[in-house]
């Protein structure tokens, strides 16, 4: 987080924000009950699993609550 941010909502906060981390786990599901049947390690993952490719952070604005990608608030952030 080097690069200043502005909501693109409210388009007056520059200072209040909330970081999201995301940490994605990969499992496998009972269909019947939704239970956890297998946790996949990273890079362990079978065939038809897809890995996670969204981004590992996203930024809230605590003014008035918009979640986003933390690309969007840097992009209104650069504009004067």
């Known amino acids: 987080m080097s690069s200043p941010y502005r909501c693109p ?3 007056t906060n520059r200072t209040r924000f909330n970081l999201i981390e995301q940490v994605p786990t990969a ?3 009972d269909p019947m009950t939704g239970e956890v049947v297998q946790q996949y390690e ?3 993952l079978d065939p038809f699993h897809t890995p996670y490719r969204g981004p590992h952070l996203k930024v809230q604005c605590a ?3 918009l979640i986003e990608d933390e690309r969007t608030f840097i992009k ?3 504009q004067k």
């Open 63 to 65: 003014a008035c609550g």
């Open 76 to 78: 209104f952030g650069e």
């Open 9 to 11: 909502n409210c388009k």
């Open 42 to 44: 990273n890079g362990h």
């Open 27 to 29: 499992v496998k599901l």
